[in-house]
C-alpha cells in the first residue's frame, strides 16, 4: 500500500507556492531537492509574519519586541532540541548552514584536541564541506585527512574502515561522516561507524545534510558527538543551520568567532565567556529565518519523518527502474540503501548539455560534481546529472523527468 | 561605425532569427559547434583551458598577419556551439574591435542567459580571456605602431 493517497500528495504540493510557477512556458518539475528544498507557505508566512509584528534583535533586549523575537528565536532550539531528541537544550547551537557548523567544530574542538600525525577519518565521498576544513585544520596544524574507501555500488569499505580505525594510517581522533551521499544518494551505516569509533575512543561528527531532511534522526539512538545541518534542505529559510553537540564535550570547547551575546564579561584585562550554546553565537543571529525554522519543523513533524522517508524509498524505487530502462543511462550508487537522491550519466553526452536541455523542458535537475570531486573522481565522470526528491514529488515529475532524458538521448546521443 | 565583428554579428542575428522552437535554436548551436575545428589534442591542456565549472573550454589564441586568430573548444556540445559563435564572430577581427565589441546580438538571438555571470559553463570567462588578450595587442599595436 502506497505512504500517502495521490490526493494526500496533491495537498503536500498545494502548500509549496513556488511548484505552481512555469519555466520556460512548461509546468516547474523541480527535483533538485538535495541543493535546497522549497518553501511551504506556513514558513514563508511565519517569517513574513515575525518581520512584520515582532522583528527586534533578541537577547537582553528589556522592550517587548525584543522578548517576544527572544521567544521565537530561543524557541526554535527547543524544538530543534526534541526534532533530534537532544537531551538538553543548550546541545543545539545555531549557526547559518552546515557548512559553517563542520568549520566551527574543526576550529574549536578540532585546535583543541587534535595534533601534528592525528588522522581524521572522512569518506571518499564526502561533500566538500566535509573534507576542506580539515584539510585547512591539516595545514595549520598538520593533522591528517584520510578517506575510507568507497564501493562500486556507492557504499563505503566497512573492512577497510575497520583497518583505518585501529591506526593503519595513523591515529585516528576524529571520524567525521556524511549520513547521507549527496552525490549518490548512499544511506550510511552512521550507527555502526559511530559505536566502532566510539569504542576506540574516537570522536565522530556526522555530517546529516542530506539525512535530517529526510528520515528520522535520533542523536541519543545515534550516539555521536556532534550532528551537523542546515535548515534550507528541510523546507526552512536558507541561512539556519545547526551544530549538535553533547554537552560535555561542547563545554569543553573554546570559542571561535568573537563579538556581542558570546561573552560573560568584557574587559581589557580579560574577557570571559558565555556558557553553551550562546558561547558559539557571536552577533546577531538570523532570528526572522527561526521563525521559519520553527514552521518548518511543524511542518516536517505532520507528515512525520519515517512516512517522508517511506514515501521517498517508493520514489527512488520507481525512478530507478524507469530510468534504468533509458539505453545508454548509468546510475552511479546501485546500492540499495539510498535516499531521495538519484545520479546518473548518458554515454556520450556531457551532463552539462544534458542540464541545459532538461531546463528548456522545465526540469530542474542539478548536473556536475555536486561539491564532491573526490566522488566523482572515484566513478571516473568529470559530472552527473542528479534528480533529487521531496515530500511533494510525484511519480508524474519522474516521468517527466524520464521522457525529458529520452528526448536529450534523440538530440544529443552519439551520433555514428 | 560598422566594422567587421557587427557585421558577423547582424548576419547571425538574421540566420538565427528562422528558428522559433528552443530545440531547432539548440540543435543549430550545436551543429555549428560540430563544425568547430577545435583545437589539437596537444594544447588541450590546463595552459589553455579557460576555468569554468561544468563543462571544459580551452582558448589558443594566436596573431596571424597583424590580426588575432582564436582558436577554441570544449568536451560539452552546447559550450562548443556557444564557442564556435565567439570564434565566429571575433576571430580575424581587428584586435581593438574585438575588445571593444559589446557583443549585443547575443540578447538578440535569447542566448543573453549564457553570458550571465551565474552561468557555469566558462563562456563568460572564454569572452573575457578573448577581449582581454585582444586588448593587450591592440595596445602593442598603438606603442608600436
Known amino acids: 500500500m502506497p505512504v500517502f493517497t495521490s490526493e494526500e500528495i496533491a495537498a503536500f504540493r498545494s502548500r509549496f507556492p513556488i511548484l505552481s510557477r512555469t519555466v520556460h512556458d512548461r509546468p516547474l518539475v523541480y527535483l533538485d531537492n538535495a541543493a535546497t528544498s522549497q518553501l511551504p507557505e506556513s514558513v514563508i508566512s511565519a517569517v513574513a509574519e515575525f518581520d512584520r509584528t515582532k522583528h ?55 585546535r583543541q584536541n587534535l595534533k601534528s600525525g592525528d588522522v581524521v577519518l572522512v569518506s571518499e565521498i564526502e561533500h566538500h564541506a566535509n573534507i576542506v576544513p580539515w584539510q585547512i585544520l591539516s595545514t595549520a596544524i598538520g593533522t591528517k585527512v584520510v578517506p575510507i574507501p568507497a564501493l562500486d555500488d556507492g557504499s563505503l569499505d566497512q573492512a577497510e574502515f575497520v583497518k583505518l580505525l585501529d591506526g593503519a594510517n595513523g591515529p585516528v581522533k576524529l571520524l567525521a561522516i556524511q549520513h547521507v551521499s549527496n552525490a549518490l544518494g548512499t544511506i550510511h551505516p552512521v550507527k555502526e ?20 531532511p529526510h528520515m528520522p534522526v535520533d542523536v541519543q539512538d545515534l550516539d555521536c558527538d556532534f550532528l551537523a545541518f542546515s535548515g534550507h534542505k528541510m523546507h526552512g529559510p536558507t541561512g539556519t543551520g545547526v551544530l549538535y553537540g553533547r554537552y560535555e564535550v561542547l563545554d569543553s570547547m573554546p570559542p571561535w568567532m568573537g563579538g556581542g551575546d558570546m561573552i560573560d564579561k568584557v574587559s581589557f584585562s580579560g574577557t570571559t565567556f558565555q556558557d553553551v550554546p550562546y558561547r558559539f553565537e557571536a552577533g546577531t543571529p538570523n532570528f526572522s529565518a527561526a521563525a521559519g525554522f520553527t514552521a518548518a519543523l511543524d511542518f516536517l513533524e505532520e507528515i512525520g519523518m519515517d512516512k517522508y522517508h517511506l514515501r521517498e524509498a517508493e520514489l527512488v524505487e520507481y525512478a530507478h527502474r524507469a530510468l534504468s530502462a533509458i539505453p545508454g543511462l548509468r546510475i552511479l550508487g546501485t546500492n540499495p540503501n ?15 548539455d544534458a542540464g541545459m536541455f532538461l531546463d528548456q523542458m522545465g526540469i530542474a535537475v ?46 544529443l546521443g552519439a551520433k555514428s | 561605425m560598422t566594422g567587421i565583428v557587427a557585421a558577423r554579428e547582424a548576419e547571425i542575428v538574421e540566420e538565427f532569427s528562422m528558428f522559433d522552437e528552443w530545440l531547432d535554436k539548440y540543435q543549430h548551436i550545436i551543429e555549428m559547434g560540430q563544425g568547430l575545428a577545435g583545437i589539437d589534442e596537444e594544447f588541450r591542456t590546463d595552459a589553455y583551458k579557460v576555468k569554468g565549472c561544468q563543462s571544459q573550454v580551452w582558448l589558443q589564441p594566436a596573431i596571424e598577419n597583424g590580426v588575432v586568430v582564436f582558436k577554441a573548444d570544449s568536451d560539452a556540445a552546447i559550450t562548443k556551439g556557444l564557442v564556435a559563435l565567439m570564434v565566429r564572430v571575433l576571430s580575424g577581427a581587428p584586435a581593438s574591435e574585438i575588445a571593444a565589441a559589446p557583443l549585443s546580438f547575443l540578447e538578440e538571438i535569447g542566448l543573453r542567459e549564457h553570458l550571465s555571470p551565474t552561468r557555469s559553463n566558462g563562456l563568460v570567462s572564454m569572452v573575457k580571456q578573448m577581449k582581454l588578450y585582444a586588448a593587450a595587442y591592440a595596445s602593442q599595436e598603438a606603442s608600436h605602431g
Not at chain 1, 528589556?62 to 530561543?74: C, G, I, M, N, R
Request: hydrophobic share 40%.
Open chain 1, 56 to 110: 527586534a534583535n533578541v537577547h537582553r533586549g528589556v522592550h517587548k519586541l525584543s522578548q517576544e523575537a527572544t521567544d521565537v528565536h530561543e524557541g526554535s532550539r527547543d524544538r530543534l532540541a526534541k526534532f533530534l531528541n537532544a537531551r538538553r537544550r543548550e546541545e543545539i547551537v545555531l549557526t547559518k548552514g552546515c557548512t559553517e557548523s563542520i568549520n566551527l567544530v574543526s576550529n574549536t574542538w578540532g
Open chain 1, 193 to 212: 561507524m559511530v559505536a566502532a569509533a566510539k569504542s576506540r575512543g574516537v570522536a565522530t561528527l556526522v555530517d546529516g545534510a542530506q539525512s535530517v
Open chain 1, 338 to 352: 539510498k535516499a531521495g537522491v538519484l545520479s546518473f550519466v548518458l554515454d556520450g553526452i556531457h551532463h552539462y
Open chain 1, 366 to 411: 542539478r548536473t556536475g560534481h555536486h561539491c564532491a570531486q573526490p566522488a566523482m573522481e572515484r566513478y571516473g565522470v568529470t559530472g552527473t546529472i542528479r534528480a533529487s526528491f521531496a515530500i511533494f514529488t510525484t511519480e508524474g515529475e519522474i516521468d517527466a523527468l524520464v521522457a525529458g532524458v529520452r528526448r536529450v538521448n534523440k538530440v
